[in-house]
């Protein structure tokens, strides 16, 4: 026996232009029905919350399925998988497409060589999920727009729930972004981990999507834009500040990667900060407020 529930949607040419949109999603547990073979023209993210089954690939190898669990279908790739008989499994699923889904290839989020991936947890996918079924009541007029955002949802909360992923990120990610603004060279950082260079590049395409110099620009570049909008320092002390003893170096760094230079930058998103700037973030019992001052009172009686 088991249970079924789920729409598809047909987003417009208009929407697919968002990035990603949803094509269906759906609820389903209990001994399941086998699905395929066959091959499909989207891409599908199968969610196994718990249960066990099995799955094949385009090698024909049967490789078995314990969840929580991710089922990774990819266009024009042939499968088959379902769950074991006896024991069926809790399942969730989202059919998805759109021009963004190479870019998530490339960053990491979607990777059609391992269909098979092993999670920690499903409670950030499953709220994703949950985002997209509420939103597909009838006559939702906002339906394509809110379940497309939430595929983007479920792409980052999949990737954070990997099995091989730490809760507390990854040790080598946080050590360069600790270490970014220190004026070493990729191949010192890697040393620093005992690792070649070669081996620190596979370690940050996996984990972060770009190579090392990227993740360490896009740190550098970040606290750079924070100190030019909310303090007064000189482009030079800024530019030594996130790792650059040459300021002309950084500003043309700066304007090649921003698409504007570090004064005019200064310029449009210059602020005055109240109680001056800081770069913790703060905790969500503790939200930033801005007090504003209330109007003057009358003046003091004159004595």
Not at 81 to 95: I, L, N
Not at 147 to 167: K, Y
Request: a positive charge.
């Amino acid at each position: 026996m088991y249970h079924t529930w789920m729409r598809f949607f047909t987003p417009s040419p208009l929407h697919h232009r968002l990035g990603l949109v949803c094509l269906g999603v759906g609820l389903q547990h209990g001994a399941l029905p086998t699905v395929g073979p066959r091959t499909l023209d989207h891409h599908v993210a199968v969610v196994i919350n718990s249960g066990t089954g099995w799955f094949t690939g385009p090698d024909g190898r049967r490789m078995p399925v314990v969840g929580p669990s991710l089922i990774w279908l990819t266009p024009g790739t042939p499968h088959h998988y379902g769950a074991d008989p006896g024991t069926g499994w809790d399942e969730s699923f989202v059919d998805f497409t759109g021009p963004a889904t190479a870019t998530y290839t490339e960053l990491g989020y979607i990777e059609p060589d391992r269909p098979l991936v092993p999670l920690a947890d499903t409670a950030g996918p499953r709220a994703a999920v949950g985002r997209m079924v509420r939103a597909a009541r009838r006559g939702n007029p906002l339906l394509e727009v809110e379940t497309g955002a939430a595929v983007h949802e479920l792409l980052v909360a999949l990737r954070r729930a990997r099995a091989d992923v730490s809760p507390d990120g990854d040790p080598v990610l946080q050590a360069l972004a600790r270490d970014a603004f220190q004026p070493l060279s990729v191949a010192e950082h890697a040393a620093r981990h005992g690792m070649t260079p070669a081996e620190l590049r596979t370690a940050v395409r996996r984990g972060a999507g770009c190579s090392p110099k990227d993740y360490l620009l896009g740190i550098r570049l970040g606290r750079a834009k924070e100190l030019l909008a909310a303090t007064d320092l000189p482009v030079a002390a800024v530019a030594r500040r996130v790792g650059y003893d040459d300021p002309a170096y950084f500003s043309r760094l700066f304007a090649r990667r921003v698409g504007t230079a570090p004064v005019r930058f200064r310029e449009q998103q210059g602020r005055n900060v109240p109680g001056g700037w800081s770069d913790r973030v703060p905790g969500p019992e503790n939200p930033p407020t801005i007090i504003t001052p209330g109007p003057a009172g009358p003046p003091p009686p004159a004595g």
